[in-house]
């Protein structure tokens, strides 16, 4: 029934959701039917929804609204997978008609049987009528890199947080089906760990803390060059984890800390583990254990009763903090969430100033650290070519991919996949500029 059918896939949200559409992709692949992307030519079109945020939803719904279009020519069914059917299948089946097939997260394994009932029958609802952790997958990063899922799902159960309604508890991947799924991806230059929270790997599955134990694993495998660390609470990051990162020469000396704000009160109101003197300790600590680490976090501004005083706070926590990268986003009421039905919700339009405020403090401790690479030679890893302006482009290490600030450099060639030392020339308050040695103009 399938045969000679062209599958596209459309993959919306976070790392961790691309990894649960390249399982899909492998499915496709491992059966032998095409992909293409040119999803004009789809006959079959997937997209992997986000549910994360009320935004995140429109996006969802709004795709497969632009995709029925497709309709005209060679599509013919469209699967609506992840996160929106997961948690919203019963308002979704019933009113998102545009969708032939609906898949939840973990659905890979019913992916085909679901496509070929529906062409029997009509639209299909398939939401848990998958097998969780499929191992292949179809890599839709650049072939150098790598993101490896290690967990789903979520037991901190912050108080405007979805993920655990949507993706359940916390579960960990065993260890030796992970460095499996490693060993298939191929020569990889940076594998990047991925989890709701990494550093609570293992907890469930062991009965300890194991994420020390996954590194080492990984690390022995010859095809893999280093290891990058996302998404590391504060509260969980002890001195085993310090040690190897400080100890292994294949993990990348950065880490991303989602912090979420400073001020105790309303760390309290979010349901999170710390306050601020913790925090900034386990920064310095950080610092003076591994030199030069790079530090990620993110933060939310405009959370309910949030007072203009904690917000400038957090402003000086940043200040304080001098954080190599950070992300800032405005509180999203959610419901379902227990933040929701929190008073003193604040408008939208104070949220947008308060994130602008704290992207403005960022962006000049940026624009001062990146100055001070001028002049020095940094190890760059190729991700690509930067085409609209003729040069390549790529990443040091304290910069994790599509998040962080990139390195444009000019050289005679240059592979994607490999490091090479750039002079740096020039900065902004997020990318440096710079050329390799041996560039001549």
């Known amino acids: 029934m399938l045969e000679n059918k062209k599958f596209g896939m459309i993959s919306l949200g976070c790392d961790k959701n691309r990894v649960d559409a390249e399982r899909l992709l492998d499915v496709i692949r491992s059966h032998g039917y095409t992909i293409t992307d040119d999803i004009s030519e789809a006959n079959i079109l997937i997209v992997n929804t986000c549910a994360f945020l009320n935004e995140s939803r429109k996006e969802a719904i709004d795709t497969v609204l632009e995709c029925d279009g497709y309709r005209s020519g060679a599509l013919e069914k469209i699967v609506v997978s992840g996160c929106l059917p997961e948690k919203y299948i019963e308002e979704v089946f019933p009113s998102l008609t545009e969708g032939d097939v609906f898949l939840g997260c973990n659905d890979a394994s019913a992916l085909l049987e679901a496509i070929e009932r529906s062409y029997r029958e009509g639209r299909v609802n398939f939401v848990g009528c998958g097998n969780e952790h499929a191992e292949g997958r179809v890599l839709t990063t650049p072939g150098h890199y790598a993101y490896l899922k290690i967990a789903d799902g979520c037991n901190n159960f912050c108080t405007y947080c979805l993920i655990p309604k949507i993706r359940g508890r916390y579960r960990s991947y065993p260890i030796e089906a992970l460095v499996k799924e490693a060993e298939t991806l191929g020569e990889i230059s940076e594998l990047i760990l991925v989890a709701q929270d990494v550093t609570r790997y293992g ?239």
Do not use: W
Not at 232 to 246: F, K
Not at 247 to 260: G, R, S
Not at 278 to 295: C, D, F, N, T, V
Not at 383 to 405: H, K, L, T, V
């Open 203 to 441: 907890i469930d599955l062991y009965g300890e803390k194991s994420l020390v134990r996954l590194i080492r694993a990984l690390s022995a495998l010859e095809n893999i060059g280093s290891v990058r660390l996302l998404y590391c609470y504060p509260d969980v990051i002890d001195d085993a984890l310090i040690a190897e990162m400080r100890d292994n020469e294949k993990v990348i000396k950065y880490i991303d800390i989602p912090l979420q704000h400073s001020e105790d009160r309303v760390l309290k109101l979010m349901n999170r583990k710390g306050t601020r003197a913790e925090y900034l300790a386990l920064i310095e600590k950080l610092r003076k254990s591994i030199p030069g680490i790079a530090i990620r976090s993110t933060f939310i501004a405009g959370f309910p009763t949030e007072t203009e005083e904690e917000y400038t706070g957090l402003a000086r926590f940043l200040e304080e903090a001098q954080l190599t990268n950070c992300g800032f986003f405005a509180y999203s009421r959610e419901p379902d969430t227990p933040a929701y039905k929190l008073k003193g919700q604040i408008p939208e339009r104070i949220k947008r100033r308060r994130v602008r405020g704290l992207y403005a403090v960022q962006e000049k401790i940026s624009a001062a650290r990146l100055k001070n690479y001028i002049g020095k030679t940094v190890r760059v890893l190729c991700d690509g070519i930067d085409y609209e302006n003729g040069r390549f482009e790529g990443r040091a290490y304290f910069s994790a991919p599509d998040i962080d600030g990139k390195v444009y450099f000019n050289a005679p060639e240059a592979s994607q996949g490999e490091y090479y030392g750039v002079v740096i020339t020039d900065s902004d308050s997020y990318d440096l500029f710079g050329r390799t040695e041996d560039y001549r103009e």
